[in-house]
Nanobody
């Protein structure tokens, strides 16, 4: 299974970006889809997750600003990021869990300028 993330870039504070991540390969069923991020010098943190049922959860720092969604037919997960802040600057990684284990995307850089 390969994950391809896209959508990162440079945006001013208050702006928006939409990240996408698509899985390809031998996919049976994807359970939880996640977005993580890692800022320079910091540990990777879970930003948002969404279950097969559509139930989602968010880190407190992004609640009300970010929205995670998924398209099961396309084996894809998305992260709509609004009202971006400089502290959101990080490399964002998608991750998907199947019965075989967890798979990671390559990361996409989001830079928010003040």
């Amino acid at each position: 299974v390969q994950l391809q993330a896209s959508g990162g870039g440079l945006v001013q504070a208050g702006g928006s970006l939409r990240l996408s991540c698509a899985a390809s390969g031998s996919i049976v069923r994807i359970d939880v889809m996640n977005w993580y991020r890692q800022a320079a010098g910091k540990q990777r943190e879970l930003v948002a997750s969404i279950a097969t049922t559509g139930t989602s959860d968010y880190a407190d720092s992004v609640k009300g600003r970010f929205t995670i969604s998924r398209d099961n037919a396309k084996n894809s997960v998305y992260l709509q990021m609004n009202s971006l802040k400089p502290e959101d600057t990080a490399t964002y990684y998608c991750a998907m869990t199947t019965y075989r284990g967890i798979y990671w995307g390559q990361g996409t850089l989001v830079t928010v300028s003040s």
